[in-house]
T-cell receptor, first 111, second 115 residues
Framework: QKEVEQDPGPLSVPEGAIVSLNCTYS??????FMWYRQYSRKGPELLMY????GNKEDGRFTAQVDKSSKYISLFIRDSQPSDSATYLC???????????FGKGNQVVVIP | DTGVSQDPRHKITKRGQNVTFRCDPI?????LYWYRQTLGQGPEFLTY????????KSRLLSDRFSAERPKGSFSTLEIQRTEQGDSAMYLC?????????????FGPGTRLLVL
């Protein structure tokens, strides 16, 4: 079993819809949780980060962490064609410098 | 632009050749990371530097791979005797020790194709 599981999709939604993405993980030591956006043939771009459990909102993006279920989510409201990209979840443990990534979830927002 | 930069952006080489990639981190960042990403997968950790010291290496980093960060600024990743399985995107990231040091910022990557 991989440390971080993420359904690679692809996920197609109409413009304006809510995009819901999630990851599960097995390592209970993970405390730091991030979402990255990666456009084709580009490096990952940090979108959101959270520490431990809870919600965080930034504009159209909301990140949720449920440590009891080892489950994290990213919601994108009012999706735009420019949101079409691969979304990667990443996480790390206290005192550990490496990020463990999911496979990435390809999202296509149809105009 | 003050982001992480990587050079070259693309590299095509023949099996058995050596290649070297360079990463310039964000100037005030003292931590630097190398990751490898293959098609359809998330990045996989290779190695980590704090200033000039290489503090962690993944089992993925075979003896053919070597990374350096002289003077704690830019870093190089060298692959000797390349194999077709080395074909991947090599990503560099940097972060700052203080504050939310887990926040890693990635460069655009170097895409390697080994023929």
């Amino acid at each position: 079993q991989k440390e971080v599981e993420q359904d690679p999709g692809p996920l197609s939604v109409p413009e304006g819809a809510i995009v819901s993405l999630n990851c599960t993980y097995s390592n209970s030591a993970f405390q730091y949780f991030m979402w990255y956006r990666q456009y084709s043939r580009k490096g990952p771009e940090l979108l959101m980060y959270t520490y431990s459990s809870g919600n965080k909102e930034d504009g159209r993006f909301t990140a949720q962490v449920d440590k009891s279920s080892k489950y994290i989510s990213l919601f994108i409201r009012d999706s735009q064609p420019s949101d079409s990209a691969t979304y990667l979840c990443a996480m790390s443990a206290e005192g550990n410098n490496r990020l463990a990534f999911g496979k990435g979830n390809q999202v296509v927002v149809i105009p | 632009d003050t982001g992480v930069s990587q050079d070259p952006r693309h590299k095509i080489t023949k099996r058995g050749q050596n290649v070297t990639f360079r990463c310039d981190p964000i100037s005030e960042h003292n931590r630097l990371y190398w990751y490898r990403q293959t098609l359809g997968q998330g990045p996989e950790f290779l190695t980590y530097f704090q200033n000039e010291a290489q503090l962690e290496k993944s089992r993925l980093l075979s003896d053919r791979f070597s990374a350096e960060r002289p003077k704690g600024s830019f870093s190089t990743l060298e692959i000797q005797r390349t194999e077709q399985g080395d074909s991947a995107m090599y990503l560099c990231a940097s972060s700052y020790k203080r504050g939310w040091g887990k926040t890693q910022y990635f460069g655009p990557g170097t895409r390697l194709l080994v023929l």
